[in-house]
């Protein structure tokens, strides 16, 4: 099958310091950095005191509860040695507006004046240098909180920034008010590329859906946005030298040179690199749109709105071609500063390269084999003019062939053996196959994912070219409404898998931080959460959304391409605004039902047991006011189907409860009926599927034995 979607889901299966004088500083900070070499790790578990408490996501490398509390108080003064424009400046006046945002307190510092060191000042930050937006800086940190000072320190202000962001995180409650717990985090990455991947090509992501969301990586200590910016849908980018490339083939939905400069500036801000990824040699209609000169056939050509793999393809035999991508790659290269430039690779259809006799002699004259060849040549001749300009190239997996020079990275998305074949050859590769977030599946699934798994074959010296791994929020199915619903928090478990050691690994453990660190996105502006509600009553055209919410919390969209083969057919026109659209990827609230479930099973415990019943009832009574709902709204007539099928489980699961109560075996007869019923459920519906399913057919099973 050639469809993209379908080939992709094929594959799928983280001291004081009122320094006077040099000397006294080296020597303090010798000392704190010894007081932290007797730290041990700490591994994440339920039999951990104390560690449960801290909500860190991505959790640090090693972490040590001291005890105590420092209480924040109106005279909370932040200080250090930076200048306004420097990074860390505006980075701690991001950090005292959120601290003053969530605690209510009117601190007394004027903080966006400067922040100079004096006896006034309580938690004092250092850093020794400016980082390098490079692969492989040192963004480690180091964090001590005492009951009278906070102290964070980096060799650069990348690590300052993420230490920033874990004193955020631990910030805590209690009837007296706020505080930060007393402790001692030492902390530094695990891979040093941790990325997430924004398609603005397939929807269109205005500039403040970038921004919020670099925000939100930055929260997570994610620091590569790798940004889609042209497909077969969309060239989304300004070009000064060739301007019919955005005019004519964006639908006037592009990012002005300016916008652009802003948010790599942002980004730098927030110690992310801006990797831009042009697709070529396929994906690319938008292009040939503009230019069909350039194509493998002579065109005209449309902009794609179906999705999938379409035929239009760069004509590689001509050298046309490469005088377009010198200027167009110069132009480029100067906007986007990232030492690498991604050239995409992917699933390059070769129908009009045979259908093209010119193209076909182009082979034969110059003894190229096949199509794969053909491609191993354009790539050669762009990795020449990308070399010209200064940068490293990195593309999908299929860029590998043999003789590319060592310094490229292979970002592997058709399976982790690619990863491991490139660096059984010496080239440095990133994973993102298993890290698809646009296939809705759960955090769990994408968490225990990991780049380097523990029963790796790889030498030492063959791990250190694993540099990392990019979550991809591919942009079919999502819009600027929906798309932080994809992203988030899902992709905060991911950021985890990236940083912290690779031990930290407790799946419930993270759910149970992923809860917290959802709320603190939004802060960031993210509104994964909020705009669930305010889809809903759009739905309803009404304010009683709360049957709706009800079936919202246990529905999910239907995993991987399933989207695509229910029977709507879906491009970039549909519309994404139905009620599977405004389900969460994942159903917390599934999750903590499953648990219950077994918790029952175990114990058979009458409280239990009612609490179980009370959810079956409240699914069962919210059947009637999505009736009611869908009765003056056409568009939410597909979820009573959905809502009924909830209504049959709850009643399945009413009467399970009430047999193992009873601790009577069921009739044959009816447990073979109820099992019919199950599978009927089980069916997706609206593009939907109920997530508390699993836990049903946990009750039901237990009947059998
Ligand atoms: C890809 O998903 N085609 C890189």
Same mark, same amino acid.
């Given at each position: ?207 403040? !859906? ?70 070529l ?41 490469y005088?377009?991508f010198?200027?167009?790659l110069?132009?480029?290269t ?6 690498y430039f991604h050239l995409?690779g ?29 491609q191993a040549y354009f790539n050669r001749r762009l990795l020449q003019l990308l070399t010209k300009y200064h940068k490293k190239m990195i593309g999908?997996?299929?860029i590998y062939q043999?003789g590319l020079p060592k310094n490229i990275v ?9 990863? !491991? ?20 599946? +759960? ?19 063959? /791990? ?35 940083? +912290? ?66 029977? /709507? ?57 999505? !009736? ?47 099992? /019919? ?6 069916? +997706? ?19 059998? /034995?």
């Open positions: 099958m050639l469809s993209s979607e379908i080939s992709k889901a094929g594959f799928f299966p983280g001291a004081r310091f009122f320094v006077k004088s040099r000397v006294y500083y080296s020597v303090i900070l010798a000392l704190f950095m010894f007081s932290f070499s007797s730290i041990l790790p700490v591994s994440l578990r339920a039999d951990q005191p104390g560690a449960l408490n801290l909500n860190l996501m991505p959790y640090p490398a090693r972490v040590n509860l001291t005890g105590g509390e420092f209480r924040l108080t109106e005279k909370f003064y932040v200080g250090g040695h930076v200048k306004p424009d420097h990074r860390v400046f505006k980075a701690a006046c991001r950090f005292m507006s959120r601290l003053a945002a969530r605690t209510g307190l009117f601190f007394e510092q004027d903080y966006l004046a400067g922040q100079p060191v004096n006896d006034q000042t309580v938690f004092l930050y250092h850093f020794e240098r400016p980082g390098q937006l490079v692969p492989g800086e040192d963004e480690s940190y180091l964090l001590e909180i005492n009951p009278e000072k906070i102290e964070l320190k980096a060799k650069t202000d990348l690590g300052l920034l993420h230490g920033l962001e874990t004193l955020l995180q631990v910030l805590s409650a209690d009837s007296a008010g706020y505080y930060f717990p007393c402790l001692q985090i030492e902390d530094s990455p695990r891979f040093t590329w941790r990325g997430l991947l924004i398609d603005s090509s397939r929807h269109f992501m205005p500039v403040e !859906v970038i921004k919020r969301n670099l925000l939100a990586m930055s929260a997570v200590k994610l620091n590569v946005l790798h940004w889609h910016l042209s497909d077969d849908q969309g060239f989304r980018v300004e070009s000064k030298s060739f301007p019919r490339l955005h005019q004519l083939g964006s639908d006037g939905l592009y990012y002005r040179q300016a916008e652009i400069i802003d948010i790599i500036q942002l980004a730098s801000d927030l110690g992310i690199r801006v990797v831009p990824e042009f697709d040699p396929g994906h690319s209609t938008s292009w040939l749109v503009a230019y069909p000169e350039y194509g493998s056939l002579p065109g005209p050509y449309q902009l794609e709105r179906k999705f999938g793999v379409s035929s239009p393809v760069f004509n590689p035999a001509e050298e046309k071609t005088k377009f010198d200027r167009f110069k132009e480029m100067f906007l986007f500063p990232d030492p995409g992917d699933e390059v259809e070769p129908k009009h390269w045979k259908e093209n006799p010119e193209i076909q002699k182009f082979m034969k004259k110059n003894k190229i084999s096949d199509e794969a060849g053909l999908w997996d299929e043999p292979i970002q592997s998305w058709r399976g982790q053996q690619a990863l !491991v074949d490139g660096a059984k050859k010496g080239y440095q590769g990133i994973l993102s196959n298993g890290y698809y977030i646009d296939l809705v599946e +759960s955090a769990e699934r994408h968490y225990l994912n990991d780049p380097l798994p523990s029963d790796s074959l790889l030498t030492p010296e063959e /791990k250190k070219l694993i540099l990392g791994g990019e979550a991809t929020m591919w942009a079919e199915l999502v819009t600027p409404e929906t798309v932080d619903s994809r992203l988030w928090p899902r992709s905060a478990a991911i950021a985890e898998r990236f940083w +912290s050691p690779k031990e930290i690994r407790d799946v419930d453990d993270m759910y149970k931080r992923l809860r917290i660190i959802s709320l603190s996105l939004e802060e960031n502006g993210i509104n994964h959460l909020k705009n669930q509600p305010m889809m809903l009553r759009r739905l309803a055209q009404s304010y009683e959304i709360g049957g709706l919410e009800v079936l919202a919390r246990v529905a999910e969209p239907v995993k991987g391409y399933a989207r695509h083969s229910q029977g /709507k057919t879906y491009n970039s026109l549909a519309p994404l605004t139905r009620f599977v659209d405004a389900c969460f990827p994942e159903s917390l609230e599934a999750r903590d039902f499953r648990q219950k479930v077994e918790k029952f099973i175990g114990n058979r415990d009458l409280r239990q047991a009612e609490e179980i019943k009370g959810c079956f009832r409240l699914w069962q009574e919210n059947h009637q006011k999505i !009736v009611r709902l869908a009765n003056f709204s056409p568009i939410l007539k597909e979820t009573v189907p959905l809502s009924a099928s909830l209504l049959t489980l709850s009643q399945i699961g009413v009467e399970a409860v009430d047999l193992l109560m009873k601790g009577k075996p069921a009739e044959p007869s009816w447990l073979e009926e109820k099992f /019919k019923q199950l599978e009927e459920a089980r069916k +997706s519906v609206a593009e939907c599927q109920l997530a508390i399913w699993p836990g049903v057919k946990a009750l039901l099973d237990c009947l059998k /034995k």
